[in-house]
């Protein structure tokens, strides 16, 4: 089974803070994606990577960056955390191309006060 | 208007029942459609895939329409653990890009 592992369940932040957001994934997978979940505005990609060091920009990249120095390990960064991205924040990761499945991890539920 | 668009429902529904959704998308380049299922506080896990000529996986049935560009879920005989949201996914050819609904929130009782 594959398996996607983020680094928190829940976390609560201040405005301003630093925060990182770690995504781990066990099945050698080339691509991972972080997105955000909002109600009613479902899954926005944040960012994506197709391969070590190489990241792309998704719909609301906006105040976030991402690392990825290894394949398995998928980094998103606010650099200064603000109200407005208190959310769900999903990893994800799949194989090959586009029509490939995109594996889940667990989510992360962000409070930034 | 939203690249893909979905009933939010909530659909309520007795067990046994069938209950159908729909999904619209807006890029005519669209070219691979599924449907994923999102239990309350968990990740989103792939239902389906949906092909040209649709297809069915047990109590489920996927239909795509390229012409009307809108993907349809069908489940029939409702069971009480098929309450979740389901979202519609369609990606573009030519890239990453994937578009996710916002969800279709299904509630089966008994």
């Known amino acids: 089974d594959v398996k996607v592992t983020q680094s928190s369940r829940y976390l609560v932040k201040r405005t301003g803070e630093k925060v990182f957001l770690e995504c781990v994934q066990d099945m050698d997978h080339e691509n991972m994606f972080w997105y955000r979940q909002d109600p009613g505005l479902g899954l926005r990609l944040i960012y994506f990577?197709?391969?070590?060091?190489?990241?792309e920009k998704g719909d609301i990249p906006e105040g976030y960056s991402v690392s990825r120095e290894k394949k398995e390990r998928f980094s998103l960064i606010l650099e200064s955390a603000s109200t407005n991205q208190t959310s769900m924040y999903l990893c994800?990761?799949?194989?090959?191309?586009?029509?490939?499945?995109?594996?889940f991890g667990p989510g992360t539920r962000l409070l930034v006060l | 208007r939203k690249e893909v668009e979905q009933d939010p429902g909530p659909f309520n529904v007795p067990e046994g029942a069938t209950v159908a959704f729909n999904c619209t998308y807006s890029?005519?380049?669209?070219?691979?459609f599924f449907w994923y299922r999102q239990d309350c506080r968990k990740e989103p896990k792939l239902l389906m895939s949906v092909y040209s000529s649709g297809n069915e996986d047990g109590r489920f049935t996927a239909q795509l329409n390229r012409a009307s560009q809108y993907i349809s879920l069908l489940i029939r005989d409702s069971k009480l653990s098929d309450s979740a949201t389901y979202l519609c996914v369609v990606k573009w050819s030519g890239g990453f890009k994937t578009i996710f609904g916002a969800g279709t929130r299904l509630f089966v009782k008994a």
């Open positions: 990577s197709y391969d070590v060091k190489m990241k």
């Open positions: 890029n005519s380049a669209s070219q691979s």
């Open positions: 994800a990761s799949s194989w090959g191309q586009i029509q490939e499945t995109q594996y």
